[in-house]
């Protein structure tokens, strides 16, 4: 089955940055569109930004637009978010999800498959 295994997460402060990355496993990817989601405590999951697997279109939040980056490793079957300039409000548990087929999409539901999460902290 599919596996997503996220890491990079941590405590930092505001303007600084950090990767997360994702390990896929348990299929061949090629067809897949990839997102990154997070949530705030009390808050809904949003979406973050998400890239196909195969050609590498992409898309993201207004919010993050300009700061974050996704991309995408084949030959280690893994996706990163390189996050930039990090805010407060950037604060939150970030989650990796899987959807079966392109186009990337924002809305949670049309991703099947989630990782754990992992912890994103921005202090001021």
């Known amino acids: 089955q599919v596996q997503l295994v996220e890491s990079g997460g941590g405590l930092v402060q505001a303007g600084d940055s950090l990767r997360l990355s994702c390990a896929a496993s348990?299929?061949?990817?090629?067809?897949?569109?990839m997102g990154w989601f997070r949530q705030a405590p009390g808050k809904e999951r949003e979406f973050v930004a998400a890239i196909t697997w195969s050609v590498g279109s992409t898309r993201y939040a207004d919010s993050v637009k300009g700061r974050f980056t996704i991309s995408r490793d084949n030959a280690k079957n893994t996706v990163y978010l390189q996050m930039n300039s990090l805010k407060p409000e950037d604060t939150a548990v970030y989650y990796c999800a899987a959807r079966e087929r392109p186009p990337v999409t924002s809305s949670r539901f049309d991703y099947a498959y989630w990782g754990q999460g992992t912890q994103v902290t921005v202090s001021s």
């Open positions: 348990g299929r061949t990817f090629s067809n897949y569109a």
